[in-house]
């Protein structure tokens, strides 16, 4: 989920009341913040908002149903998660492809910190930043390169 998200927002209340009964459904319920996780979010490839997972002795399969307290307890209570297919294998959070994209996404928030810190505390000029990612992109290649 994400906090700006309208429609995080609108199962929130929901997402809170199936936490509370988690404890009756013998399941562990949390949500990530995917704004202060992007690492998870690449982990996970979410590419809509919120996205919900069931997992499982390290099985991962995305739940695509409705969004009630009810439909969400009886996801579990009635086991219908068997019926869902898992998460293919590649696509796994726990692979080594997804684990690169976690990589990606966290070196995505890096630069962005970068650029930042470059335009808002230095006070340099947007395509200054510009400038600067593109010589380090190049050197990086020349150096690779030799």
Not at 39 to 45: K, T
Not at 97 to 126: C, D, E, K
């Amino acid at each position: 989920y994400a906090p700006w998200c309208p429609a995080c927002q609108q199962i929130e209340l929901t997402w809170e009341s199936f936490a509370k009964e988690s404890e009756h459904l013998d399941i562990t319920v949390g949500k990530v913040d995917v704004s202060q996780e992007p690492g998870l979010s690449g982990r996970f490839f979410v590419t809509t908002l919120p996205t919900i997972y069931h997992a499982k002795d390290g099985v991962f399969r995305r739940y695509r149903g409705s969004r009630t307290l009810e439909d969400l307890q009886g996801y579990v209570l009635e086991r219908k998660w068997e019926a869902v297919e898992p998460v293919a294998g590649w696509k796994s959070p726990s692979s080594i492809m997804m684990h690169g994209m976690a990589g990606l996404f966290h070196l995505s928030g890096w630069i962005r910190q970068i650029h930042s810190y470059l335009t808002g505390t230095l006070g340099l000029h947007v395509w200054v930043s510009y400038a600067v990612f593109v010589l380090t992109t190049l050197l990086i290649g020349l150096t690779l390169g030799l």
